[in-house]
């Protein structure tokens, strides 16, 4: 056996052998990537009565230890599908965006309630893995998953793309979206092993059970704390846990064997409660990998194949635009293939032509904007953060909103 199949929500047993080898005579989309970009695309194709088949590397459908905030414009996505109040739920509203210095001193607040005034909601913030499973379960009878399969190439012509998977197996459709993330399968196929950019930081990573009585879970959201070189943010997750972050710069590589142990020693004697949550998160729960993002691609598409996500775009996590960049892209491109003849290659490529058009500006604005924000929030020279603490301090809400409108006011 190769690989699990979900369909209905149900858990079924995929046999060996091809899975479907016969060109399909309805529309049909082959999804690389179950992750957030991946479910959220093939949400938009079954309303329009695509058939869609979804491919993921992994034996489990899971995402472990995370948080993802979800701004306005990932909020309005959401409720296109029908799910915002799903996340609403799930989640926690960023009521509270405090930055403080790594002593406890306030640098700025976010104006969260104007935002949420002027945009119609709340950012929230929620387990990666919560909603993936939202997302999941209103897959419907049009949509099929399969698990553990492994993407070895595909060849396309003028009528039909063909994955070959490392089973043995393979599949035939109309389209073929990669939405396999970062170190992307479908986009190397495409156009070559593109080298990722080291951000000059390692994240880690936890959620914990831990509350604190100034970061209560009916306000939500949480703070910042910035030092130099260091970073460490906290937040209201929803049911009772907090996510946490700790960006530290260093090289690229290096390895950490106990990883609380290291966190706590980084920021040992930074303002509470940052050494009392990392205390009360279990070590194997704690996440940690080297951040990186890609020089934006000339391309996304080539005949019938395209990418979507952080498989087009992968960028740094400093706007918490990763996923939201992601559903829009699924948004855009669903509006542009709906109603075309998939049987003409010509309809295909202007249909992938107008995608990567509407698309390629605005996430590669949010690439460049999330480098330019590492490097003012991961500063090490005491001079410049001593400045930036200045600047921030003076900065009115009603400029910091209009230097974001472009990115949360943003509706597909």
């Not at 405090?98 to 929620?126: C, F, M, N």
């Not at 063909?162 to 993330?181: C, R, S």
Request: include cysteine; proline fraction near 3%.
């Amino acid at each position: 056996m190769t690989g699990l199949c979900y369909s209905r929500w149900k858990w079924l047993l995929v046999m060996e052998g091809s899975v479907n080898n016969i060109l399909p005579t309805t529309r049909k989309a082959i999804v690389i990537g179950a992750g957030i970009g991946g479910l959220t695309t093939a949400l938009f194709l079954q309303k329009q009565g695509w058939e869609v088949v979804i491919y993921e590397k992994k034996k489990e459908l899971s995402e472990f230890g995370a948080g993802i905030v979800l701004a306005a414009n990932a909020m309005h996505v959401l409720t296109e599908l029908g799910l915002a109040e799903q996340v609403r739920v799930a989640g926690a509203k960023v009521g509270m965006a405090e930055i403080r210095s790594w002593d406890g001193k306030p640098i700025t607040s976010v104006p969260v309630s104007k935002q949420a005034a002027q945009y119609g909601t709340y950012s929230y913030l929620i387990h990666r893995a919560k909603l993936q499973m939202i997302l999941f379960q209103q897959l419907n009878e049009r949509t099929t998953v399969y698990m553990n399969k492994k993407l070895k190439t595909f060849e396309q012509d003028p009528h039909q793309v063909v994955v070959h998977f490392d089973d043995g197996t393979e599949d035939t459709g109309h389209i073929l979206v990669g939405a396999d993330g970062i170190h992307s399968r479908v986009a190397h196929l495409l156009f070559g092993l593109e080298k990722l950019r080291y951000s000059g930081f390692r994240a880690f990573r936890g959620i914990t059970a831990f509350l604190d009585k100034r970061y209560i879970p009916e306000i939500g959201g949480g703070f910042e704390a910035w030092g130099r070189g260091r970073r460490f943010g906290f937040s209201q997750i929803g049911e009772g846990q907090v996510f946490w972050f700790a960006a530290i710069n260093g090289a690229s590589g290096a390895g950490v064997d106990r990883k609380k142990d290291y966190v706590l020693k980084q920021f040992e004697g930074w303002h509470n409660p940052i050494e009392q949550a990392i205390q009360s998160t279990d070590e194997g729960s704690i996440l940690t990998h080297d951040i990186h993002d890609r020089k934006p691609l000339e391309r996304w598409s080539r005949g019938r194949v395209t990418l979507l996500g952080d498989a087009a775009h992968p960028m740094l996590p400093n706007l918490g635009q990763g996923g939201a960049q992601a559903m829009e892209d699924a948004l855009v491109l669903a509006r542009f293939l709906e109603g075309i003849s998939m049987f003409s290659i010509s309809s295909v490529a202007a249909a992938f032509h107008s995608y990567e058009s509407n698309r390629k500006p605005r996430a590669n604005q949010v690439v460049r904007q999330s480098r330019r924000m590492a490097r003012i929030v991961q500063m090490s020279n005491p001079a410049a953060i001593m400045l930036r603490n200045q600047v921030l301090r003076l900065l009115p809400d009603d400029v910091q909103m209009k230097q974001l409108d472009w990115l949360l006011g943003y509706r597909v």
